[in-house]
Structures are given as C-alpha cells and as structure tokens.
C-alpha cells in the first residue's frame, strides 16, 4: 500500500490526474472505474482542462456504483462525469459503459455484473479491471457499500444492489471480488470528515474491520490512498 499526501484537495486532484495520465499513456491502462460523489468532480475538472488532448480512444469507463435514478437526476454519478469530464474529451461513445440507473435495480445489477463478464478480460476466472477508483465516505463506506450491509461485499455477484443509511437511496456496486482483483485500486480521499475512519482503517485499530473500506486489499497489493492533508490529519507523520 502507497499513501500520497498533497496539501488541498486541488492538489490531489492535480496528482492524481497525472498518476492516472500517465496509466493511459505508458501503461496503456484501459478499463477504468469510476467512483461518485464530491472529490472526483474536482479530479474531472482538471483533467478536462490538462488531460483532454489525452489518447482516450483506448481507454474503458465503468462506474464502480451509481444510485438508482435517471442519467438527468442532480444524484447520478454518470451526469456528473458527463458534465465535468465526458463532455469535455473525446472518448468513444461505445467505451462509456454507463449503469442504466433508471432501470429496475436487480435487474439492472444483473445485467452490469454481465457488462463487467463481457468488456474486461477474465482473469482467473473474474473479471479484471486494470484500476478502481473509490472513495470512503465519513461512515467508512466505499463504492455503495455501507457498513449497516457490509455482507453485500461478499456477495458472490460481481453487482449488489445497495440501500443508503440514510436517504434509503437503492444503488448499483461492485463488490468485494471486483474491487480486490483490480490490477491497481486508487482511493481519493481527502477533507477533515474522513480523518478519523481513514486513522482507524490504517493503523487497523480495534474495530476497522466493520468498515468497508478496510476491506479494500487487492491481491495485486497495489493500493494507493491520495488524500490531503486534512484526511491525513491523525495519522502519525
Ligand atoms: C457515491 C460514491 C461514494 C463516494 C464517497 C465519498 O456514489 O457517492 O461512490 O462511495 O465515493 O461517499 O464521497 P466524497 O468524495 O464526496 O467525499
């Protein structure tokens, strides 16, 4: 495991949009996952502006989880790739391989874990994506997998559908068994909120395995955590 610190949240952004440049460009990385939520918005923004003459006609992109509401809803995860990167790059139409979030979500579960069987190569017998992007939220989740239904990241299916704690949300996720076999997972994580989960979770205090996000270990060992300082803030230096 990698931890890289930067000093803001636009710093991360700005490392991890060059770690991931330079993926596609010399690792000839292909099939990415995206993850949701605030800090990828920021992470997207710069990219379009520094990565958008990229060579994009290669590259694969999945959502690790999407909430179940249309592509036009403020909540999906797709329209905000759409806004701040998709828009932005010339990338096949073809090689976006969006969850159909207005769709019935077992159904539409079922069908993205066929998607991940059909796109990526299978790799001892599970689809393999070369990097998963993830983030943590406050509560320790990561992908959609929240702690109240941590058992869904051991589901033997390659898609779970997901309840928000809260909102009661439902949410399409890939599970444990893509996450842990990605070539390359790549956390971003970054705000004072996540600095006491990401403490537990690294130094494996008591009680971190209750948090999905602790669970996130891929066999390839190659894990990289991008946070900023304030995520950072209670781990020893
Ligand atoms: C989602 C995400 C979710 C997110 C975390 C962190 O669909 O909301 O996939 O897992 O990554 O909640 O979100 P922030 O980056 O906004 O803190």
């Excluded at 689809?127 to 941590?150: K, N, R, W």
């Excluded at 537990?200 to 900023?228: C, H, Q, R």
Aim: proline share 5%; glycine share 6%.
């Amino acid at each position: 495991m990698e931890l890289q610190k930067f000093s803001t949240k636009t710093e991360v952004a700005h490392g991890f949009s060059a770690y991931l440049e330079e993926l596609i460009t010399k690792n000839k990385t292909t099939h990415i996952a995206l993850s949701g939520g605030s800090t990828p918005k920021v992470v997207f923004d710069y990219m379009a502006v520094h990565c958008k003459d990229l060579d994009w006609s290669t590259v694969h992109l999945y959502w690790g989880d999407e909430r179940c509401v249309p592509p036009s809803d403020a909540e999906s995860n797709y329209k905000m790739t759409l806004e701040h990167l998709l828009s932005k790059i010339d990338i096949p139409k073809d090689n976006i391989h969006r969850v159909l979030g207005e769709d019935i979500p077992e159904l539409e579960a079922e069908r993205y874990g066929k998607v991940l069987e059909q796109e990526l190569p299978i790799v001892e017998g599970l689809p393999q994506f070369d990097l998963v992007i993830l983030g943590m939220g406050d509560d320790g989740h990561t992908a959609s997998i929240f702690p109240h239904e941590i058992n869904l990241w051991h589901s033997e299916n390659n898609c779970e559908v997901a309840i928000h704690p809260d909102s009661g949300q439902r949410r399409i996720t890939i599970t444990g068994k893509v996450i842990n076999h990605a070539k390359t997972v790549a956390f971003l994580v970054t705000g004072a909120a996540k600095s006491e989960k990401v403490r537990l979770i690294l130094n494996k205090e008591e009680g971190y395995e209750k948090y999905p996000a602790s669970l996130v270990a891929p066999t390839s060992n190659d894990l990289i955590w991008f946070m900023d300082e304030e995520a950072a803030s209670e781990l020893s230096q």
